[in-house]
């Protein structure tokens, strides 16, 4: 019960991050790694390191890792560091009134994120992957970091050891609607510090924190789609006897 009322309020707190995002970024597509285990693996290695100190996943067990080919013995050992069980769910170890004088809001349950963002323009695990990559610093912020699909937002860039610390860079142009105005356009990102990874192996590192995510939100969603196939071709049999059947017996009334 007490699980079920924490999905919940995740799924009542989603419109609100969803509203967050003017939704004026376009949105760069995410890889496609469903069914790459070596990446659902990093990419929950990188969920356990980065996201977990902060948020959490309870509806997710870590055992249910063993679904991407974990054992028991590597969950125990790359997975749990503050004396969890490997039945246990995921959970933070953040407390929520701590959470909210940081941040100024607890920090949602990203069990079914994927999904929940879904609603916005371009996939979830899109919305996810632009995000995490359009990270920039501005001092005026209260954490230091700005987002360009989600603009002021609260959470600071966890990833920024990875990525390296970048500014946006502005340029002028003549507003469309009045030339006698100039705006300030996006042209791109500029390298402050570089990080631990390559432009690259960063895109690759979120594609694959992406996957995680997305897997997380449904785990049985390779196996919903494999038995959908089966249960199609089955009714497709059926549907083709019983027209055959149906045929036969009226060829003998007549």
Not at 12 to 22: Q, T, V
Not at 83 to 89: A, P, Q, R, S
Not at 119 to 145: H, M, N
Not at 158 to 173: A, C, I
Request: glycine share 6%; charged share 25%.
């Amino acid at each position: 019960m007490k699980l079920l009322k924490k999905l919940i309020a995740v799924l009542a707190f989603a419109p609100a991050l969803a509203l967050a995002n003017s939704g004026t970024f376009p949105l760069d597509h995410a890889p496609d790694r469903s069914t790459d285990m070596a990446a659902l693996q990093n990419g929950a290695k990188l969920f356990v390191n980065y996201c977990l100190n902060c948020h959490s996943a309870s509806a997710m067990r870590y055992n249910r890792l063993k679904d991407i080919g974990l054992t028991d013995d590597q969950i125990r050992q790359n997975l749990l560091f503050t004396g969890e069980k490997v039945g246990d769910l995921m959970k933070t170890t953040l407390a929520a009134k701590d959470a909210k004088a940081w941040f100024g809001a607890v920090p949602p349950d990203l069990s079914v994120i994927a999904r929940a963002k879904a609603s916005e323009a371009g996939s979830g695990a899109d919305w996810i992957y632009t995000y995490l990559r359009t990270y920039y610093k501005d001092e005026s912020r209260p954490t230091g970091w700005n987002n360009m699909v989600f603009p002021n937002v609260g959470m600071p860039h966890v990833l920024w050891e990875l990525q390296g610390t970048r500014k946006v860079k502005m340029v002028e142009e003549k507003d469309a609607h009045d030339e006698s105005k100039t705006v300030h356009k996006f042209d791109g990102f500029e390298t402050v510090k570089p990080g631990t990874m390559t432009s690259l192996e960063y895109d690759n590192a979120v594609g694959d924190l992406v996957a995680y995510l997305q897997w997380m939100g449904e785990p049985a969603q390779s196996t919903r789609k494999r038995l959908g196939v089966w249960v199609l071709l089955f009714m497709a049999t059926l549907a083709t006897l019983a027209w055959r059947l149906n045929a036969s017996y009226w060829k003998e009334v007549k």
